[in-house]
C-alpha cells in the first residue's frame, strides 16, 4: 500500500509518521530529511540543497526523484509512507510512473496554528525526532539525550515563504486526490495521539 501524507508545513506530518512506526511496519520517504542528510554531509549537491531550503524554496524534482528512487530501490516493504512527497503537480505526475497512490492523507491544519507550531519545534541533531520547546526547555532530547535544534528554515520569515508555495503548488493536489476517490482528511489541530488514532483506523479500511 503506497500512502502520501499531504498538509501544510508545520501539520504535524513528521510527528505522525514517528507515532505511526510504533505500531505500524513501513517503508518511510521523507524527502525532507532525505534532503538533510545530504547537507549534512558538506557535499556539493548539499549545499546546493541548503540554499533552496533556507530559502523556503522547493529543491528541483530530479534531485528529489534521485532520492525518492534510492529509498525505493530496495523496499521489501510492503506499506511505504511518502512524507512530504509529492508537493507539486509535476512531482505527482513523476509519482504516478513510479507506483499507484492508495490513500492520500490530508492533514488540514489552519495557517496561524501551523506557524505556532513551527515556531515551538525542535528537531534533534542526532536522532531527527521532532519534538517542542515546551516539552523540552533544556534542550535535551527525550530519546538519545541528543541536542535539540531548531530547524535553519523554521524561521517566521521562511516559513510564511513555505507556506506560499504550498498554496500555490502542493494545495492543488488536495483536488487531485480527493478527485481520484483516495483522499482522506484529518482534522490536524487535534493532539497527536487522537490524528495517530484517525489515522490508524483509516489504514486499517483501506
Ligand atoms: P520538510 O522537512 O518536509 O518541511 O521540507 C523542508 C524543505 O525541504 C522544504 O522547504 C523544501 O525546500 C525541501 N523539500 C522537502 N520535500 C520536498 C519535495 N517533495 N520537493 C522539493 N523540495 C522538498
Given at each position: 500500500?503506497?500512502?502520501?501524507?499531504?498538509?501544510?508545513?508545520?501539520?504535524?506530518?513528521?510527528?505522525?509518521?514517528?507515532?505511526?512506526?510504533?505500531?505500524?511496519?513501513?517503508?518511510?520517504?521523507?524527502?525532507?530529511?532525505?534532503?538533510?542528510?545530504?547537507?549534512?554531509?558538506?557535499?556539493?549537491?548539499?549545499?546546493?540543497?541548503?540554499?533552496?531550503?533556507?530559502?523556503?524554496?522547493?529543491?528541483?524534482?530530479?534531485?528529489?526523484?534521485?532520492?525518492?528512487?534510492?529509498?525505493?530501490?530496495?523496499?521489501?516493504?510492503?506499506?511505504v509512507?511518502?512524507?512530504?512527497?509529492?508537493?507539486?503537480r509535476?512531482?505527482?505526475?513523476?509519482?504516478?510512473?513510479?507506483?499507484?497512490?492508495?490513500?492520500?492523507?490530508?492533514?488540514?491544519?489552519?495557517?496561524?496554528?501551523?506557524?505556532?507550531?513551527i515556531?515551538?519545534?525542535?528537531?534533534c541533531?542526532?536522532?531527527?525526532?521532532?519534538?517542542?520547546?515546551?516539552?523540552?526547555?533544556?534542550?535535551?532530547?527525550?530519546?538519545?539525550?541528543?541536542?535539540?535544534?531548531?530547524?535553519?528554515?523554521?524561521?517566521?520569515?521562511?516559513?510564511?515563504?513555505?507556506?506560499?508555495?504550498?498554496?500555490?503548488?502542493?494545495?492543488?493536489l488536495?483536488?487531485?486526490?480527493?478527485?481520484?476517490?483516495?483522499?482522506?482528511?484529518?482534522?490536524?489541530?487535534?493532539?497527536?495521539?487522537?490524528?495517530?488514532?484517525?489515522?490508524?483506523?483509516?489504514?486499517?479500511?483501506?
Amino acid at each position: 500500500m503506497n500512502i502520501v501524507l499531504l498538509g501544510i508545513q508545520g501539520s504535524g506530518k513528521g510527528t505522525l509518521v514517528q507515532d505511526l512506526s510504533k505500531h505500524l511496519d513501513f517503508l518511510l520517504v521523507s524527502v525532507g530529511s532525505s534532503l538533510r542528510d545530504e547537507i549534512a554531509t558538506g557535499s556539493k549537491l548539499g549545499k546546493l540543497i541548503k540554499s533552496k531550503m533556507d530559502k523556503g524554496e522547493l529543491v528541483d524534482t530530479n534531485i528529489v526523484m534521485d532520492t525518492i528512487n534510492k529509498k525505493l530501490s530496495d523496499n521489501k516493504k510492503s506499506i511505504v509512507i511518502f512524507d512530504g512527497f509529492p508537493r507539486s503537480r509535476e512531482q505527482a505526475d513523476e509519482l504516478d510512473k513510479i507506483c499507484n497512490v492508495d490513500l492520500a492523507i490530508y492533514l488540514n491544519l489552519k495557517k496561524e496554528d501551523a506557524l505556532k507550531r513551527i515556531m515551538n519545534r525542535l528537531t534533534c541533531s542526532k536522532c531527527g525526532n521532532i519534538t517542542t520547546r515546551v516539552k523540552c526547555p533544556d534542550l535535551v532530547c527525550p530519546v538519545c539525550n541528543g541536542k535539540l535544534t531548531v530547524r535553519s528554515d523554521d524561521t517566521p520569515e521562511v516559513a510564511n515563504k513555505r507556506f506560499e508555495q504550498y498554496r500555490l503548488e502542493t494545495e492543488p493536489l488536495i483536488k487531485r486526490y480527493r478527485e481520484s476517490g483516495v483522499l482522506v482528511e484529518i482534522d490536524a489541530s487535534k493532539t497527536p495521539n487522537e490524528v495517530l488514532k484517525a489515522v490508524m483506523k483509516v489504514i486499517k479500511w483501506t
